[in-house]
């Protein structure tokens, strides 16, 4: 199953709403997570089962979709968000994949 | 605490072999499934193998050709990467992470990543 990414990159100001996407070539029902990345830093979980918020992630992510079409949002951009975000896929008897990543960056 | 550390990175020549490692603290390490992800620089996430709890089941990437292996000891909380025929587009950040699965997957916990540089 191979997950793509719109946009690639991206340049957003500080309270702008953002929104990525990713899309599934087969559907995958809710079996979706988006992780964010910071330069250096390990991968780091936000969103799981495409709609649920991890403990401790701001309420200001949010995700959404099933089958094959899912959206994160980060309702007002913070400085600490700056940073590539990642869908990833795993459907039960399939190996997971990531997406390529959308860079986040200062406009 | 969960934590996740790894070892075993470096500055291998094409061909060589290495072993890496992953100590895992704070959790019962054998009741999951654990993996290794890589990065080469400047470049996104690649899934590499998964090894399920009790070592059921190992997965690995096709693209890998049979040459790493992935290995666990539950007595020792350790996770490892056996490396051969290494090339220079095995260079990258090495990452171990824990799976959660409940019908749904997802990784919840890395480690800080080690680096395998392939050059002569």
């Known amino acids: 199953i191979q997950l793509t990414q719109s946009p690639s990159s991206l340049s957003a100001s500080v309270g702008d709403r953002v929104t990525i996407t990713c899309r599934a070539s087969?559907?995958?029902?809710?079996?979706l997570a988006w992780y964010q990345q910071k330069p250096g830093k390990a991968p780091k979980v936000l969103i799981y089962?495409?709609?649920t918020l991890k403990s401790g992630v701001p309420s200001r992510f949010s995700g959404s979709g099933s089958g094959t079409d899912f959206t994160l949002t980060i309702s007002s951009l913070q400085p600490e968000d700056f940073a590539t975000y990642y869908c990833?896929?795993?459907?039960?008897?399939?190996?997971?994949?990531f997406g390529p990543g959308t860079k986040v960056d200062i406009k | 605490e969960v934590q996740l550390v790894e070892s075993g990175g470096g500055l291998v020549k094409p061909g060589g072999s290495l072993r890496l490692s992953c100590a895992a603290s704070?959790?019962?390490?054998?009741?999951?499934?654990m993996i290794w992800v890589r990065q080469a620089p400047g470049k996104g996430l690649e899934w590499v193998s998964s090894?399920?709890?009790?070592?059921?089941?190992?997965y690995s990437a096709d693209s890998l050709k049979g040459r790493f292996t992935i290995s666990r000891d539950n007595a020792k909380n350790s996770l490892f990467l056996e490396m051969n025929s290494l090339r220079a587009d095995d260079t990258a950040v090495y990452y171990c992470?824990?799976?959660?699965?409940?019908?749904?997957?997802?990784?919840?916990?890395w480690g800080q990543g080690t680096l395998v540089t392939v050059s002569s």
């Open positions: 992470a824990r799976e959660i699965y409940y019908g749904y997957s997802y990784f919840d916990y």
């Open positions: 087969q559907g995958i029902s809710n079996n």
């Open positions: 090894i399920s709890s009790s070592s059921t089941f190992i």
């Open positions: 704070g959790f019962t390490f054998s009741t999951y499934t």
């Open positions: 089962a495409a709609s």
């Open positions: 990833q896929q795993q459907v039960q008897n399939n190996l997971p994949t």
